[in-house]
Nanobody, 113 residues
Framework: QVQLVESGGGLVQAGGSLRLSCVAS????????MGWYRQGPGKQRELVAG???????NYADSVKGRFTISRDNAKNTVYLQMNSLRPEDTGVYYC???????WGQGTQVTVSS
């Protein structure tokens, strides 16, 4: 069973930046389409950004131009670079292998105004 471990969350002021990392166990990471999701207080979990095995990306409208998803297959890692953070970006961020039941444990991001 593949496992995902996120890191990089924290407390940051509005306008600041964070980079989240998600490391996958196993040797076939390169074939997975990956996504970053978030769940804000009192909200449903939503897709923030996705990246295919071939490197194509997509973003939620709310983060376009501010967030960048990338992957390093040699390190079994997917990243989420978050710039110009806003208080509404606050939530628990989860890494997910798309179209499977595999999720990470989540990492908290808190943006203060």
């Amino acid at each position: 069973q593949v496992q995902l471990v996120e890191s990089g969350g924290g407390l940051v002021q509005a306008g600041g930046s964070l980079r989240l990392s998600c490391v996958a166990s196993g040797s076939i990471f390169r074939v997975y389409d990956m996504g970053w999701y978030r769940q804000g207080p009192g909200k449903q979990r939503e897709l923030v950004a996705g990246i295919t095995s071939g490197g194509s990306t997509n973003y939620a409208d709310s983060v376009k131009g501010r967030f960048t998803i990338s992957r390093d297959n040699a390190k079994n890692t997917v990243y989420l670079q978050m710039n110009s953070l806003r208080p509404e970006d606050t939530g628990v961020y989860y890494c997910h292998i798309l179209r499977t039941g595999v999720w990470g444990q989540g990492t908290q991001v808190t943006v203060s105004s």
